[in-house]
């Protein structure tokens, strides 16, 4: 029930594509959708996030497009760069009660020059 | 204004020793959280806290695992005679508060290889 899943589990692109990171969920009291990078050594970060009650969310070249119906969501990266290569999480969270983050098992991005 | 840190950075214990891992929030701050990282399952909660007070234990594996905050400066993830399975990057969170405004900022892990 609080399960969060993303695909692919690793990821190769050109530089200058769009690399494409797809998460979807489970429950459906889920109402807040952050993407946390994670670069080797360090903690994860906060990249960029969505609110069940928007379909998009842009910022700069990383855009979310969440489809609530269908409780899927992914991250578009637009002109790909080498230094975007890192492991992205797709986190869910409730904003009532419990307010703990439910992590997926995240993606590993390769950016090729 | 430092981050979250965490100590010791690496640490390597025998099976069946115990390791206490430490984790220093951010000061101001009044959540913190407990994840457990590996490859295969990713970032796996473990326990939360809010002004000290644990919130939600769920994630402990309860029999080995335990966590403690005396203060709002200082966080503990106490492993009672330790497994190979328990080695994983441990991470520390703290947040301003929680709800939708409770970005995480994640300390750099403490690494825990069981021998």
């Known amino acids: 029930q609080q399960q969060v899943r993303q695909s692919p589990q690793s990821l190769t692109v050109w530089e200058g594509e769009t690399a494409i990171l797809n998460c979807s969920y489970e429950n459906s009291a889920f109402d807040y959708f952050p993407w946390y990078q994670q670069f080797p050594g360090e903690g994860p970060a906060l990249l960029i996030a969505i609110r069940s009650v928007s379909d998009k969310k842009e910022d700069g070249r990383f855009t979310i497009f969440f489809n609530k119906r269908e409780k899927k969501l992914s991250l578009h990266i637009t002109d790909s760069q080498p230094g975007d290569s890192a492991t992205y999480f797709c986190a869910a969270h409730f904003n009532t009660g419990n307010y703990k983050y439910v992590f997926g098992a995240g993606t590993r991005l390769k950016v090729i020059a | 204004n430092a981050g979250v840190i965490q100590t010791p950075r690496h640490k390597v214990t025998g099976k069946g020793q115990e390791a206490t891992l430490w984790c220093e929030p951010i000061s101001g701050h009044s959540a913190v959280f407990w994840y457990r990282q590996t490859i295969v399952q990713g970032l796996e909660f473990l326990t939360y806290f809010r002004n000290q007070a644990p919130i939600d234990d769920s994630g402990m594996p309860k029999e080995r695992f335990s966590a403690q905050m005396p203060n709002q400066s200082h966080s503990t993830l106490k492993i009672q005679s330790t497994q190979p399975q328990d080695s994983a990057v441990y991470l520390c969170?703290?947040?301003?508060?929680?709800?939708?405004?409770?970005?995480?900022?994640f300390g750099e892990g403490s690494k825990l290889t069981v021998l």
């Open positions: 969170a703290s947040s301003l508060d929680v709800g939708d405004t409770g970005q995480l900022y």
